[in-house]
């Protein structure tokens, strides 16, 4: 079966770092997502990695561990507007099936 | 780029009734698109992948004949939700793919469907 592990919440300062890990085991892995969603909203893509390494892109950064099943998404310069849950997924089946973990719920204090 | 659109936003239905959910790739041609359900503080469980001109491929234990999925074009696909029950309120949300390598999916605004 797919198993997809993230912390269930998170708080973190304003204008600090935070890192929220994911762990993944599944079959037919062709790569890993990263959404955010707000509340009553729909998830908004933030990144996406395939081979391993970090990918930056402004404030977010995510990486990519293949051979240890892991990831995570890191935030920068926290803002408040930043509190939401972001959602872990993992591209598989050997198709673009997206199988998503229960998401971290994360909250940006002052 | 990669605009989503679901219709209605928010729907509220009669117990027995049938409840139509459109989603529309406004940017762009998906060849795929796919339905999730969300609960309440709970992920998103993919319910079907609609490939268009072809027959939906729905996840284990989601009833096909209950969820009725058409994608009749490259931009537009229905979930219609047929005699809804109250354990069918949820929040319906689809996507749309772009295809290609990254296979990135877009996501509508979602549907909130309260049957009562």
């Known amino acids: 079966g797919q198993n997809i592990d993230q912390p269930t919440e998170m708080t973190a300062t304003e204008g600090a770092i935070v890192q929220i890990n994911c762990t993944y085991q599944?079959?037919?892995?062709?790569?890993l997502f990263w959404y955010q969603q707000h509340a009553g909203e729909a998830p908004t893509f933030l990144s996406y990695?395939?081979?391993?390494g970090l990918e930056e892109k402004g404030r977010f950064s995510s990486f990519l561990s293949r051979s240890k099943g892991y990831s995570y998404l890191l935030l920068k310069e926290l803002q408040m507007k930043d509190s939401a849950s972001y959602l872990c997924?993992?591209?598989?089946?050997?198709?673009?099936?997206?199988?998503f973990g229960t998401g971290t719920q994360l909250k940006v204090e002052l | 780029g990669a605009v989503v659109s679901q219709h209605p936003s928010r729907v509220i239905c009669k117990s027995g009734t049938s409840v139509k959910i459109e989603c529309r790739s406004l940017?762009?041609?998906?060849?795929?698109m796919f339905w999730y359900r969300q609960f309440p503080k709970k992920s998103l469980m993919l319910m079907a992948t609609?490939?268009?001109?072809?027959?939906?491929?729905?996840e284990q234990g989601v009833e096909k004949d209950k969820f009725l999925i058409n994608h009749a074009s490259l931009t537009l696909s229905t979930l219609t939700v047929t005699s809804a029950h109250p354990e069918d309120s949820s929040f319906y949300i689809c996507?749309?793919?772009?295809?290609?390598?990254?296979?990135?999916?877009?996501f509508g605004p979602g549907t909130r469907l309260l049957v009562l």
């Open positions: 996507s749309a793919s772009t295809g290609g390598a990254q296979e990135t999916q877009y």
């Open positions: 599944t079959s037919g892995f062709n790569g």
């Open positions: 990695n395939v081979l391993d």
């Open positions: 997924a993992a591209l598989t089946g050997g198709g673009n099936k997206l199988t």
């Open positions: 940017d762009f041609q998906a060849t795929t």
């Open positions: 609609s490939n268009e001109g072809s027959k939906a491929t729905y």
